[in-house]
């Protein structure tokens, strides 16, 4: 192994290989020197220094180096963590650049770089043997054809699933691609996908993540992977064909199946926390590299950190170069990897300059100019665990949000909730109360019912309270109650009833979901019935409790998702660009929608507060031209009459005069899959069932 070392460059960062050896660049800009540690197939390590030293990047270039060679860094420095600077070159760190890296830590204590308490004396103990490697990794990869479906956003159908979770049980993935990204896009599961007809999956994180010591000594696991620690590297877990760069090659084969399919690839990243933890947490790369560079520290109590994530330690995004570490990986994701989008985990964090949240941060004035990121999809977990951080209907023009008041105000209309119409109808049709005000258009709102972090959605309508004891955390874990669906029992029963109203409930809600403006978010399983058995908080279960149970699927229900999706597809009046307009008192306005209660006459203003009032019938003209003027959008389709019926009784809809003569096609009766294409002439009245949605489609 050559220990020569050339002056090297400064960029890019991490190891970069070519025919005659590779260039090393890492960020340390309070570190005295930065130590290269090159380990050989038997585990034997060799160190150099890299003596350049360029805007606080070391770097050099090591001839006879090349790909595979598994490598690590030890930084020489102050040990003064009251000060906030922890650098122990006893600790083998990783490298933040890795495109690679092998594994996990074997916890013990030897991955701690303090002897007995945080800000005490160093642990002089070398850790190298109980610690990943990161890997020199070739870029070169046959993309053939390979092309972005480019689906417009506001014609997207998100599905948000987790690499393992969905292809650990699959009868139909071979045995040996179970769990990995092989078997994310083998043809079973891109089979099932494209007859769904959703258009981009969202993967839970699979940046290289770390599974906590606590989780680990009892037997669990940090399953969903919110605990990233290399933002280039794929989770080498989820390779089917080794961990020593191969994974670099299985993620980019699966994404280009993807596209072959029309199917865009989302990631779910993690940048707004390390899975180094808090203060008293281990040191794998970013604390040793230099502390108080990577992490928000406290200035009063430099040795605390402030945390606005509820994981021990923020990523500090102020500093200039730490802004680099994440717009550097966003573009390698999507120039190298060719990702579609990313979703921003607790993004209120990465938009925080000094405390506030502030739309107009580095971070957003980064992405915005930026000729790559700004390109992708761009959707916000609008909000974080500190003060002010809430911030639904607050991020730019250019973002779309998780719409948390979708979920809280479709699933209160559909618990019956008194008062909850006009909030019912506002997310429907898209939010504009959140959007409109800033020029945002529908598309800014993600809607989603159920997404990972919570019941799924045949829990939501099957239990009253959460049941996640097997999380080792007393039952105190997870989102609390139900806010009760009052559900007649809890769990899986045999009785008929109790069964009916669940899947009534469960049928209403994907329908409510697939049929709102916006952008709808499944979860996935949501349309197989799939079950947590109450576990409404599962990031440690990398079991039963999470993996879809595919022997079990629910068909039928698979059968009304395949139809809800298609209907939305096949007709723009589900999937506007621009708001509603409706006409007015005085028939300003563009009569594009009509609010109709059950006696058939147009809502007033006080019909929508009326407490007892859970039903609705909405016209949507499929004919109407929304937002007039040189951006228009005509919209060539069909109309439909959408009744909802949150009552626990059937109710008797009126027809309103303007349909009178109309014939309908029954499109969707969520309470009655059967009566799908029935045809209904001049009706004087329409029922629909307790816990029902029914859409009819107006035939000319």
Not at 244 to 266: D, N, Y
Not at 363 to 374: A, E, G, K, R, T
């Amino acid at each position: 192994m050559s220990q020569d070392v050339w002056r090297g460059v400064d960029y890019p960062l991490g190891a970069t290989c070519d025919v005659s050896g590779t260039n090393f660049a890492i960020f340390s800009e309070n570190g005295d020197r930065v130590e290269l540690c090159l380990f050989d197939e038997a585990g034997n390590e060799t160190s150099v220094f890299l003596a350049e030293v360029t805007a606080n990047i070391h770097h050099g270039y090591l001839p006879g180096v090349g790909q595979g060679q598994k490598y690590g860094y030890r930084v020489h420095g102050r040990w003064a963590p009251k000060e906030g600077h922890r650098f122990n070159p006893a600790k083998l760190l990783m490298d933040p650049y890795a495109r690679a890296i092998d594994g996990q830590p074997e916890w013990s204590d030897v991955l701690y770089d303090y002897a007995n308490k945080p800000g005490g004396v160093a642990d002089r103990r070398d850790s190298a043997s109980a610690m990943p490697r990161s890997i020199v990794v070739d870029p070169g990869f046959d993309w053939g054809n390979d092309a972005p479906p480019a689906t417009p956003i506001h014609k997207s159908v998100i599905y948000e699933t987790h690499v393992k979770g969905m292809t650990q049980l699959h009868p139909d993935v071979p045995e040996h691609q179970r769990g990995t990204y092989a078997g994310m896009s083998s043809r079973a599961v891109i089979e099932h996908l494209t007859k769904l007809g959703v258009t981009a999956v969202e993967l839970l994180p699979v940046h290289h993540f770390v599974s906590e010591a606590a989780l680990v000594e009892d037997g669990r696991s940090n399953y969903w992977g919110y605990s990233s620690i290399g933002f280039f590297a794929p989770h080498s877990a989820y390779s089917s064909v080794g961990q020593e760069g191969q994974q670099v090659q299985e993620f980019k084969e699966m994404v280009k199946r993807f596209h072959s399919a029309g199917i865009e690839v989302i990631l779910d990243v993690v940048y707004n926390h390390t899975g180094e933890s808090g203060k008293g947490g281990p040191s794998l790369a970013f604390r040793g590299i230099d502390n108080s560079s990577y992490y928000r520290v406290d200035p009063d109590k430099p040795l605390n950190y402030v945390d606005y994530t509820g994981t021990g330690n923020t990523l500090n995004v102020m500093h200039p170069n730490i802004l680099q570490i994440i717009m550097d990986s966003l573009r390698y994701w999507v120039q190298e990897m060719h990702v579609d989008g990313f979703r921003f985990d607790l993004a209120s964090t990465l938009a925080r300059e000094l405390h506030a949240v502030d739309r107009l941060s580095g971070f957003f004035d980064l992405i915005h100019q930026d000729p790559v990121i700004s390109r992708v999809k761009l959707i916000a977990e609008p909000w974080d665990v500190g003060d002010g951080g809430y911030q639904v209907g607050n991020f730019p023009p250019q973002w779309s949000e998780w719409n948390a008041k979708y979920r809280d105000e479709i699933r209160d209309y559909w618990r019956g909730h008194p008062e909850t119409l006009a909030d019912f109808a506002m997310r429907f049709t898209g939010s504009s109360d959140l959007y409109g005000a800033s020029g945002r258009r529908p598309r800014a709102s993600i809607n989603f019912v159920t997404a990972h972090d919570g019941f799924t959605m045949r829990d939501l309508v099957s239990y009253d309270h959460k049941r996640n004891l097997a999380n080792g955390e007393d039952n105190r874990d997870g989102e609390g109650h139900n806010r009760s669906w009052n559900s007649g029992a809890e769990g899986p029963t045999d009785d008929a009833a109790v069964r009916l109203v669940r899947n009534r409930r469960h049928r209403a809600m994907l329908a409510t979901l697939l049929l709102s403006q916006g952008v709808p978010m499944l979860l996935g399983g949501d349309e197989l019935g799939r079950t947590q058995q109450g576990n409404n908080n599962g990031y440690c279960q990398d079991n039963m409790i999470s993996w879809f149970d595919w022997d079990n699927a629910d068909q039928e229900l698979l059968s009304f998702t395949q139809q809800l999706i298609g209907l939305r597809t096949a007709h723009p009046v589900f999937r506007r660009r621009g708001w509603f307009e409706g006409r007015n008192a005085r028939g300003h306005g563009i009569d594009d929608i009509r609010w109709y209660g059950v006696d058939g006459e147009m809502m007033s203003d006080d019909d929508w507060n009326v407490g007892y009032a859970r039903s609705l019938m909405i016209y949507l003209n499929g004919k109407a031209i929304a937002a007039p003027g040189p951006r228009s959008e005509k919209i060539e389709g069909d109309s439909f009459l959408c009744l909802f019926n949150a009552h626990t009784e059937d109710v008797e809809f009126k027809m309103a005069r303007e349909s009178a003569g109309l014939s309908w096609c029954i499109e969707i009766d969520s309470a009655d899959v059967s009566r799908a294409g029935e045809v209904v002439t001049d009706p004087s009245s329409i029922t629909a069932p307790g816990w029902s949605v029914t859409v009819l489609r107006r035939i000319d």
